[in-house]
Antibody
Framework: QVQLQQSGPGLVKPSQTLSLTCAIS??????????WHWIRQSPSRGLEWLGR?????????DYAVSVKSRITINPDTSKNQFSLHLNSVTPEDTAVYYC??????????WGQGILVTVSS | DIVVTQSPDSLAVSLGEKATINCRSS????????????LAWFQQKPGQPPKLLIY???TRESGVPDRFSGSGSGTDFTLSISSLQAEDVAVYYC?????????FGQGTRLEIK
């Protein structure tokens, strides 16, 4: 059974970097048939796909245009997890952040979600 | 980017009646290489992450009751719940995975009338 366990701070100050981690059990971040996504949800923006990382012969990333200049998604093969870093945050980045696994083009497994508030 | 739009924003249906939610994409999500529509439906209840109901526009995920069905092709899709149950009260989202960014619809809130 695949499980995704999210961790990270619930409060980030404006202009700082939001960093979250998604620890994977029951699968490998290095799997060449899976991709690892970050998605967020807020009342104003609804469900917003942020990006993904995946590996075939090398690592690839896709990012949403809305955050492309500020986002990095990194795999950590030694810990079997992946991370989200979103810099220069503003209150507009306040949201529940989810990680999710895509396999067979299905987003079937999701993390529990973390509410991140951007406030001074 | 592909924009996904759902209708209606909210819906109230009597128990045992049929509920229908529509989803439209700004361009076709029918992939020529797979001959499949890259469109999924999710159900979300308060405090929970979205739950995958339907993928490839009409394939029910394992364990999803057969009262849930998906249809459509190209740019127009429908999620139907044949006989509404109390536990179906939720917000429903469609999502295209034809090409990144994998955009979601704005959601449809389904309630009991």
């Amino acid at each position: 059974q695949v499980q995704l366990q999210q961790s990270g701070p619930g409060l980030v100050k404006p202009s700082q970097t939001l960093s979250l981690t998604c620890a994977i059990s029951g699968d490998s971040v290095s799997s060449n048939v899976a991709a690892w996504h970050w998605i967020r949800q807020s009342p104003s923006r609804g469900l917003e796909w942020l990006g993904r990382t995946y590996s075939t012969s090398k690592w690839y990333n896709d990012y949403a245009v809305s955050v492309k200049s500020r986002i990095t998604i990194n795999p950590d093969t030694s810990k079997n997890q992946f991370s989200l870093h979103l810099n220069s945050v503003t209150p507009e980045d306040t949201a529940v952040y989810y990680c999710a696994r895509e396999k067979g083009q299905k987003l079937l497994y999701w993390g529990q979600g973390i509410l991140v508030t951007v406030s001074s | 980017d592909i924009v996904v739009t759902q209708s209606p924003d909210s819906l109230a249906v009597s128990l045992g009646e049929k509920a229908t939610i529509n989803c439209r994409s700004s361009q076709s999500v029918l992939h020529s290489s797979t001959s499949k529509n890259h469109l999924a439906w999710f159900q979300q209840k308060p405090g929970q992450p979205p739950k995958l109901l339907i993928y490839w526009s009409s394939t029910r995920e394992s364990g999803v009751p057969d009262r849930f069905s998906g249809s459509g092709s190209g740019t127009d899709f429908t999620l139907s719940i044949s006989s509404l149950q109390a536990e179906d009260v939720a917000v429903y989202y469609c999502q295209q995975y034809y090409s990144p960014p994998y955009s979601f619809g704005q959601g449809t809130r389904l309630e009991i009338k």
